[in-house]
């Protein structure tokens, strides 16, 4: 059993991991970084291959809790392993995030 992190998100502009979500969980995606204040919508992309085993799911979504959306079966159970790459617990694909519309504030 791989054990899984809650989604760690870190900045593309500044790179602080201290991101807050800013609507509900399977909405918008527009997170906002408290560091440097640059807002940006998170996605992922497939990578083509499946994390071995089941993935312990770290647990429900909190709200404000950063968030993505698996692009392979559109779940949002999207979380952090051990060695830093992202992948979804309820289809084990192994994804690579991605960010959209990058605002500097
Ligand atoms: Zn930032
Ligand atoms: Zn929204
Ligand atoms: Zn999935």
């Known amino acids: 059993m791989m ?5 760690d998100l870190g900045c593309p502009l500044c790179g602080s991991h201290e991101i807050l979500y800013t609507c509900e969980p399977r909405c918008c995606f527009n997170h906002v970084c408290t560091a440097c204040k640059a807002s940006f919508q998170t996605s992922t ?3 083509g291959v499946k ?3 089941p993935i312990e799911s ?5 709200s404000g809790e950063p968030t993505a ?4 079966c559109r779940s949002i159970d999207v979380v952090s392993l051990d060695d830093g790459s992202i992948a979804c617990c309820a289809c084990g694909a192994a994804l690579k995030l991605v960010f959209l ?3 500097k504030r």
């Open 101 to 103: 519309d990058v605002e």
């Open 45 to 47: 992309e497939f990578t």
């Open 69 to 72: 959306r698996c692009a392979k």
């Open 58 to 62: 770290p647990g429900e979504k909190e």
């Open 51 to 53: 994390v071995e085993g």
């Open 3 to 7: 054990t899984a992190r809650k989604l």
